[in-house]
């Protein structure tokens, strides 16, 4: 044989072993890479770089908007307003294998969308819920969901990293950061030097309450962002929300908003107070505030996001609302 059809038929051997990936004689497969990441719960060996991603509850739209390999979701229509048309058109293609609830998990669906990875995002309480040995027949499975409404911002963070989607996190908290620098230098004048009050969507109209929210809650948190300080805090922390805010009756509003400056309120995505906080507005004790009577009121919409994308929302709907304040 000659020395260039040696080196051919060394060459040929050469590509058919990197073609076959290095298997045995036996057919298996090189095994998948794998890393520890850290839970609440302890260490999970997930795949170092996931393929087929379930995610359920707030992982949801933080997978959507960070480009996961998604192969199957949970239910999560109190996000679709916040949705782009790209995210919408991602949610309505993947296949639901979960309602809105824990409780409505399809554990056979999951099965079905064979994934390699399973991103739970509910709150720790509700995972009693949640066959959570069944699933991890299925998949390794890692738990993050929320804590403190403020904490989406890591929470999310972390979802991203599990699911090998960082660079796509990292671009979207990007664009928050430097609009909310933007807003930031915009109200520095304005916003700082006023003691502000919320009301949140929380509030319980039979039971006559209503709903306070302090920095670092659902409706204040992404305004603490550009210089908004929302004074007081809980009379009695109870750990997750009940750190950040509180449900007083109806009769304490002039107690616990006589000293605002201004007062922000929560409102639904097409800007319509929901029913907690109409109940307030109606009330004939609001229309006593001095804030309310010195027209410093403003509603807020997109209180409820959860993600950097849907932050750029809020951010956007926190300017709508407050720019009288910087109005010459």
């Not at 509700?126 to 066959?131: N, Y």
């Not at 664009?175 to 520095?188: G, H, I, S």
């Not at 929300?241 to 009756?249: A, G, L, N």
Request: proline fraction near 7%; aromatic fraction near 6%; glycine fraction near 8%.
């Amino acid at each position: 044989m000659s020395a260039g059809r040696k080196l051919g038929t060394a060459l040929l051997l050469a590509l058919t072993v990197a073609a076959t990936g290095c298997a045995s004689t036996t057919g298996k497969q090189a095994p998948v890479a794998t890393r520890a990441f850290k839970t609440a719960d302890g260490e999970v060996t997930i795949p170092a770089k996931p393929q087929r991603v379930v995610a359920t509850g707030y992982a949801v739209p933080a997978l959507i908007e960070a480009g996961a390999p998604l192969a199957g979701i949970s239910s999560w229509k109190r996000g679709l307003p916040m949705m782009d048309a790209k995210a919408r058109a991602a949610y309505d293609k993947l296949p639901k294998v979960a309602g809105e609830t824990a409780a409505e998990t399809n554990y056979e669906a999951i099965a079905k969308a064979k994934p390699d990875l399973i991103v739970i995002g509910v709150p720790a309480p509700v995972l009693a819920d949640i066959d959570l040995k069944r699933l991890r027949s299925i998949a390794p499975v890692v738990t993050i969901g929320p804590t403190l409404p403020s904490a989406w911002r890591e929470l999310s963070q972390r979802q991203a990293d599990a699911a090998g989607a960082l660079a796509g996190f990292d671009t979207v908290k990007a664009a928050y950061d430097a609009k909310a620098t933007e807003l930031k230098k915009k109200y520095e004048k304005a916003l700082p030097p006023l003691k502000l009050a919320h009301v949140g969507a929380y509030g319980q109209v039979d039971k006559g309450s209503f709903h306070r929210e302090f920095n670092g809650s659902w409706g204040t948190n992404i305004a603490n962002d550009i210089g908004a300080n929302y004074y007081g805090q809980v009379k009695e922390k109870g750990g997750g929300s009940k750190d950040v805010s509180e449900y007083p009756s109806i009769e304490e509003l002039p107690a616990a908003l006589t000293e605002a400056d201004a007062v922000t309120y929560s409102v639904a995505a097409d800007g319509k107070p929901l029913p907690a906080v109409q109940y307030v507005l109606d009330s004939p004790l609001w229309k006593q505030l001095p804030a309310v009577k010195a027209g410093k009121t403003y509603p807020i919409r997109y209180t409820e996001a959860a993600t950097y994308g849907q932050a750029l929302l809020a951010l956007d709907a926190l300017d709508t609302s407050l720019a009288p304040l910087v109005k010459p």
